[in-house]
């Protein structure tokens, strides 16, 4: 164990695993909560769009994808402020969208660029230096959103028309943490690629929901297993030589199945609840 870490890929690939599998497991309780998954895998396709422009004009991969994600998520926000369109809606239509301009934009390099399908599929052994940096600096941007808003955040994934009686910007804050969203699978495209990434967003938080009884314990045993998940993953993919994105994601799907089968839950039939104090603004 002690030899993998003394090599620098393999440090990279811990460290980003680490990020990626605490940002996007803690947002992704949000993403169940408030039933938000379609959303994830529409997002993640609009991001890969955007790696792919990137490659093909020769931009930065991560900052198109950035930018094709969260102009899919604000176009979202918009149709379904304006009560033109539901959300699922319109991502559908992305989901698409988005999916043709990638596989456009893939046609139109004319040579094979075997880097974009480590976006497609992940490839996390791959991780450089400057997308470490990446991972960090949109890590600590996340988190710290979710820190400050997150008692809003909890409010509008129950109950968001509640939040807007109550004098709290709903709909805006639906937006945002819809761009949160857009984030964690920017950072996760290298890990998992575009085609799973959304997975880390939905199966850790759906497995730590078989065991808690408030949404601060769903959370850090949401946070835990995608931790725990995402390293088992880089040691298997370099041990064995698999696909890193495919094993962390099947990896998290056993861990899920079995929470499923052992949760206590099943015997008592107890749900999410609010946390004492939570919901109280002023």
């Given at each position: ?5 003394s ?5 990279r ?8 599998g605490?940002v996007?497991s803690?947002?992704?309780?949000f ?32 900052a ?8 899919t ?41 075997p ?26 941007v ?5 820190t400050?808003?997150?008692?809003e ?15 709290i ?10 761009n ?5 699978i ?5 890990a998992v ?29 949401s ?27 099947l990896l998290?799907?056993?861990?899920f199945?079995l ?24």
């Amino acid at each position: 164990m002690l030899e993998i870490l003394s090599y620098g890929f393999m440090q990279r690939a811990f460290l980003a695993s680490a990020l990626i599998g605490v940002v996007c497991s803690l947002i992704g309780v949000f993403v169940v909560l408030k039933g938000l998954a379609f959303i994830g895998a529409g997002t993640s396709h609009a991001a890969f769009a955007g790696v792919a422009f990137g490659f093909l004009i020769g931009a930065p991969p991560l900052a198109m994808a950035i930018l094709f994600g969260i102009s899919t998520v604000w176009v979202t926000g918009f149709l379904e402020r304006n009560g033109r369109m539901k959300p699922d809606v319109s991502i559908g239509i992305f989901y698409t969208l988005t999916m043709a301009l990638a596989i456009l934009f893939l046609g139109l390099m004319r040579t094979y660029n075997p880097e974009v399908l480590g976006y497609l599929f992940g490839s996390i052994l791959s991780v450089t230096r400057s997308d470490l940096k990446m991972i960090l600096v949109l890590s600590l941007v996340i988190l710290g959103c979710l820190t400050l808003f997150f008692k809003e955040f909890h409010f509008i994934s129950f109950d968001q028309e509640m939040a807007e009686a109550s004098g709290i910007p709903a709909k805006w804050l639906f937006i945002l943490l819809l761009n949160l969203i857009s984030l964690s699978i920017v950072i996760s495209l290298k890990a998992v690629g575009a085609m799973l990434v959304f997975a880390l967003l939905v199966i850790p938080a759906a497995a730590a929901q078989q065991w808690a009884t408030h949404i601060r314990s769903m959370m850090l045993g949401s946070a835990a297993i995608g931790v725990l998940a995402s390293w088992a993953g880089v040691l298997l993919s370099y041990w064995f030589d698999l696909p890193s994105g495919a094993t962390i994601v099947l990896l998290l799907t056993f861990i899920f199945f079995l929470s499923v089968l052992f949760s206590p839950k099943n015997r008592q039939k107890k749900p999410i609840v609010a946390a004492s104090g939570l919901l109280h603004f002023r």
